[in-house]
């Protein structure tokens, strides 16, 4: 039986969190030069389909985006963002069948409510899952841009992310560094988590 066609609302300036995970578990990252051609892909796919990119998390098994749509569908960025992954993946590692498990995850992000919420649930995700014990030492998350430790050139969309909550940017990555680390110690299931669907 063939797949019902899935049906997109097209909309400018929608808050997104993306969830794509390896098929039956499966690592989709192995090495670091992985890590490094999906953070080349985030860059070359946002020039190409160009979208707001705010916090990411590269974990070995899946990984976590924050993306503000403007005229290109999220559906469409998610393709070229994971079959392009794929084909680099396949050239690399051999093998055949899926890379990713079934269709990416998504929630929309209500902005005045949870986009730094869902920030700092992402930027905490391997502290979470037991691979560092402190956010700012993961290479392969945005936090590590927040916390200027690395320079990600024009991938993450910085200034635009923090002003959403004032006007002072220094301030603001600041507090939102402070609001990371709070996070990490609450218990409390994030309730934007649930309204996620798969799309």
Partial sequence: MSRKARQYIISSNTFYHVVSRGNNQQKIFRRVRDYKKFLKILTKTKKQHPFYFYSYNLLPNHYHL?????????????????????????RQYGGSGHLFQERFFSGLINKESYLWEVSCYIDNNAVQAGLVKKPEDYRWSSYSIYYEKYYDGDLID?????????????????????LVRE????????????NKKMV
């Fill in 66 to 90: 924050e993306i503000e749509t403007r005229d290109i569908p999220i559906s469409k960025i998610m393709h070229q963002i994971n079959s392009s992954y794929v084909r680099y993946f396949r």
């Fill in 158 to 178: 910085r200034d635009r992310f923090l002003q959403f909550g004032g006007e002072d940017t220094e301030k603001l990555r600041i507090s939102y560094l402070r």
């Fill in 183 to 194: 996070k990490l110690k609450s218990k409390k299931e994030p309730p934007f988590l649930i």
